[in-house]
Each structure stands twice: as C-alpha cells, then as structure tokens.
C-alpha cells in the first residue's frame, strides 16, 4: 500500500465558537527517475462560527475525501482531544450508536461518521504534538489567511 502523510492544523485555539481557519497537507511519495520524491497538495479553508474541535474535524473529512487509493495513513495532528477521538473514541461511538458514555449524541457525527467510512479504505494510525517539517510553513500561512480575512 502507497503510504500517505496527512498533516492537519487548526487556527482556533481553546473552547468556544469563532471565526477561523484549517488547512491540511497531504504528502505522498512518487516515483521518479532520480528516485522516490515527496508530491503534496496543500488546502486551506474558513471555519466560521466552529470550535477548534469541528474545525480539526473538518480539516480531517476535507483530506481524506481527496485520498482515493487504498494507503497508509499516518495523521499529524496537534489537538490531543482529535488524536483521543480518532485512536480509542471513534470506535466505541460507532458501536455505541453514535453516543458517548453518557449516553449523549456525539457532537458532530455527520462529519465523524464520514470520516469514519473514508477510513475504513485505508490502515489509519495518528501521531499527536509532534514536530514536523511542514509545521512552520502551516503556521505562517494559516495566520497570514487569517488576517486576509480581516
């Protein structure tokens, strides 16, 4: 199987709803005379009116909607609550009937139930709070949209 990368970053921060943005990297290796090199497709977009959580989400179902072939995944995420979701909760709300341990709906299960089926194609592992190379790139230019927009 091809093996993908998908980095994902969120400008909200904290709890609450407000204006801001998410962007994802994809990055795939393709072949080339010279050897393998790294392809990436790079996509930002609005989140007006969401929480940090919707918006990695949201970022999330925007990526894999884009990855067509059965791969590899790893996802690059720094939202701690996003990787816990993706890695032990996902699954039990699936067999939970979409609610919690409370026995409430899960917040936004259109998106996870999305997610969920675009992931059922591929072996899916998430990496949280780790430093990547296009880290630095990401926070620049989600911080530059968001000020395009004021």
């Not at 790294?38 to 929480?51: C, E, I, K």
């Not at 939970?96 to 999305?114: C, I, L, M, R, Y």
Request: hydrophobic residues 35%; proline residues 3%; positive net charge.
């Amino acid at each position: 199987m091809k093996q993908v990368n998908v980095y994902l970053l969120t400008s909200q921060k904290g709890p609450g709803r407000r204006d801001g943005n998410w962007c994802f990297i994809i990055e795939s290796m393709l072949r080339a005379k010279d050897g393998e090199k790294p392809v990436t497709l790079t996509y930002f977009g609005q989140a007006p009116g969401m929480g940090a959580n919707e918006a990695e989400l949201t970022a999330a179902v925007m990526a894999f909607r884009r990855i067509h072939k059965e791969s590899d995944i790893v996802i690059f995420t720094r939202s701690k609550w996003f990787f816990q979701a993706l890695s032990v909760w996902l699954p039990e709300w699936g067999q939970n009937g979409w609610q919690t341990k409370k026995k409430e709906p899960v917040k936004h299960a259109d998106k996870w139930k999305e997610l969920d089926e675009l992931m059922k194609y591929h072996n899916v592992r998430a990496v949280c709070g780790k430093q990547h190379k296009y880290l630095e790139y990401m926070i620049r230019e989600i911080d530059r949209t968001v000020h395009s927009y004021e």
